[in-house]
């Protein structure tokens, strides 16, 4: 599975996660499962292979919690610094409005200037610091929280849209959000049992933000 042997070299060699054995790919496959349809999970595709994938998840079991997500990102290393990952996030950041979230909350593993570049770019703002939280590669490391919103907050929570229940052209829409990227990239959507499907991400020179 392409998703695993991205994530597997964080695992293995960095602090980026604090998972400290590689998940075998049944276990990726059950966690892509588990969490639709009421999350997504979005792979990029890049000259016919995956080289990113994001997804939300949950942020808290309390239920008041519910309209509140985590979300991350991962983006293997020789499809970097071609906006890729951005394009990514911005489709998973509009789909998570377009369910109802409210709130949507990243935690990095600092230092990583990578990703605090991803998330600042993606409209995430710096809300604290978990300090010494996780020990790692013989050392200990600090978390850093970044929040974004997705939605007002005026008003009561309205019931949360389950991917399969999300109208016709949303996951369409969702596709064009973002900012350039290289030409010839793609996202694609994994729905629980739904074929994938493709749209190709907007090639340099057109606009856009998370």
Known sequence: MAVQAIYAPLVESTAVSFEVAVPSIDEMASRIADRQPAYPFLVAEWEESVVAYAYAGRFSGRAAYDWSVETSAYVSEHARHRGIGQALYAALLAILGEQGYRRAMAGIV?????????????????????????WKLGAWHDVGWWQRGLATTDGPADPLVPLTGLPAGALEAAFEAGPATARRAALRRRDLLVAETSRPVRSPGDRGDC
């Open 110 to 134: 600092l230092p990583n200037p990578a990703s605090v570049a991803l998330h600042n770019a993606c409209g995430f703002t710096p809300v604290g610091v978990y300090e010494a939280v996780g």
